[in-house]
């Protein structure tokens, strides 16, 4: 007897570790930078250049990206800009098997820089990031049997996600625009701020397809060291060629936004008045194709009696593949900040995700949005300041009569943010919130890996009565009283004029083993 198997590759996802941790030190001011007399604004990132499980623990290796914005303490105080690093090594406590890889997503970061005095910083860097750990498995699933003697055989249908691709990819973007004419030209860049926003992926043939749009922020001196500042949003959009690629597959792609860089350029003019902008898109790409399989889950036969083995596996159905918006709307009373903000000049924000709990509705996150905002003040000695706060969410990413046995890939952006003045002493906040949902059913199976043919006990078998009646009990069918009482799911439905196979608990059935006739 000869086992039919198809060969099935997948991903499979343990459980994430959540990690915090600090660094402090102290930062040299830079010998061609000017003195510093007060910080405006700071903000730090993250970027892991080396991550690998060492012993019981992953050791996370990097260096975390600052920038800080402040008030030189020159004779006509103005604007001045400072960006450094910072290395660290984390260690995160995780046991491994060794064969699963460990990633980073849902990265956040909390920057404060504090003056020592004017050529030296005080930097202190809080740091949260989610380990996630996947394996890639490799099943074989059992279809059918050859066999040259009859055998009754029971499948279950599947729905089954099969790993297409696997792999991590970068899309460098490259784009360019004009200031306006009412700004000034630029004469030095101090500080600017590249984020993604709205980004569509989509499945091509043999291509990831992107589209999104850069929202840019830049804060400049001009020629004549006067402070100006721009806000632009920057469409692009392009393709990574990804071989076996078609658009009906499914995917679940996190991405993360590095190596910006913002230049000045000449416009046709010969002046200063075009903005280059460069940046990274680092892609973590898992892309699924959707297989429906048949699984064999029992045989047996009249002839002879099978024995076979399995072993336990878990594979996955896909649910849901989306991405759910929540809206924020707030309005900050900030008496802090009285009459002092003529003008918000540029608002940056970030998820911190504090639970995530599957219910019988759908996934119920709750967490905080981190927000900042640099601001125009009406003092022209100190004409520049920042706020920073929090606002609390809840929000539920819907999917009724949720199964229990499930399990979801979570990542999460700002997608839309504007802080706006309401009067005085309050801001209105309005931002949208953006979590992609990947989520699966566990399925839990008995795979047939072996099957062996013994010779029936004939003295057994004499034994059986030819003709039962019973009553259906809990958890019987048709199938299970067809192999226990050695005849077929037809012979049961034509003695007992079943057009289907559904029975209930307490219905009355006549049963004939195989080969004695009705008289």
């Known amino acids: 007897m000869e086992l039919i198997r198809r060969p099935i590759h997948y991903t499979q996802e343990g459980k994430s570790i959540f990690d915090q941790f600090y660094l402090d030190g102290d930062y040299n001011v830079p010998e061609q930078k000017e003195d510093v007399q007060r910080i405006i604004h700071g903000t730090a990132e993250l970027k892991a250049e080396d991550i690998r499980p060492v012993e019981n623990y992953v050791r996370v290796t990097g260096k975390v990206y600052f920038k800080i914005l402040y008030m030189s303490a020159s004779g006509d105080p103005r604007p001045a800009a400072i960006e450094g690093s910072m290395p660290f090594e984390e260690m995160v406590y995780a046991q491994s098997d060794g064969n699963e890889t460990f990633f980073l997503r849902n990265v956040r970061t909390e920057f404060t820089a504090s003056v020592v005095h004017s050529r030296k910083l005080s930097l202190r860097i809080m740091a949260e990031m989610e380990v996630g750990r996947e394996w890639i498995r490799d099943e074989e699933l059992t279809e059918d049997v050859e066999s040259d003697i009859p055998v009754y055989r029971k499948t279950q249908k599947m729905n089954l996600l099969r790993l297409a691709v696997s792999r ?57 060291e006067k402070a100006d500042w721009i806000s632009q949003s920057v469409p692009f959009e392009g393709r990574i060629l990804c071989d076996g690629v078609t658009e009906s597959m499914f995917y679940h792609i996190q991405h993360t936004l590095e190596d910006t860089l913002t230049d000045v350029r000449l416009d046709e003019d010969g ?21 429906e399989t048949e699984v064999l889950k029992d045989l047996y036969s009249l002839e ?17 593949q989306n991405q759910s918006k929540c809206k924020v709307s707030e309005r900050l009373s900030l008496p802090e900040l009285k009459e002092d ?4 000049l540029h608002s940056q924000g970030g998820i911190q995700l504090e639970s995530e709990q599957h219910t019988s509705d759908g996934i119920r996150v709750e967490g905080i949005l981190h927000l900042s905002f640099l601001y125009l003040r009406g003092d022209d000695t100190e004409p520049y300041g920042s706020w920073q706060g929090m606002i609390p969410f809840s929000y539920l990413i819907e999917y009724p009569d949720m199964p229990e046995q ?42 047939i890996t072996d099957v062996r043919m ?61 080969n004695v006739s009705i008289l």
């Open 304 to 320: 002879q009696q099978c024995v076979f083995d399995t072993k336990e596996t878990v594979l996955e159905e896909l649910l849901m």
């Open 341 to 344: 903000v003529l003008q918000i």
């Open 168 to 224: 991590k990819d970068t899309y460098r973007i490259k784009e360019e625009f004009n200031i306006p004419g009412t700004k000034e030209s630029i004469g030095q860049v101090l500080l600017t701020d590249l984020s993604v926003r709205r980004l569509d992926i989509r499945m091509g043939q043999d291509e990831v397809l992107l589209r999104g749009e850069l929202e840019v922020f830049c804060m400049y001196l001009s020629a004549e």
């Open 271 to 291: 002046e200063m008045r075009v903005l280059g902008i460069e940046a990274t898109l680092a892609l973590r790409m898992n892309i699924f194709e959707e297989e």
């Open 406 to 447: 499930v399990t979801s890939s979570l990542s999460y952006h700002v997608e839309q943010l504007a802080v706006t003045l309401a009067g005085s002493e309050a801001v209105e906040v309005k931002a949208v919130l953006s979590f992609d949902v990947f989520l699966r059913r566990l399925i839990s199976a008995e795979v």
């Open 454 to 514: 013994e010779p029936l006990d004939a003295e057994q078998l004499a034994e059986r009565p030819g003709i039962v009646g019973l009553i259906v009990q809990s958890g019987e069918d048709l199938w299970s009283l067809a192999k226990k009482y050695m005849t077929t799911v037809e012979g049961i439905k034509e003695v007992n004029s079943l057009n289907d196979e559904k029975v209930s608990q307490g219905d009355k059935l006549l049963i004939f083993k195989e």
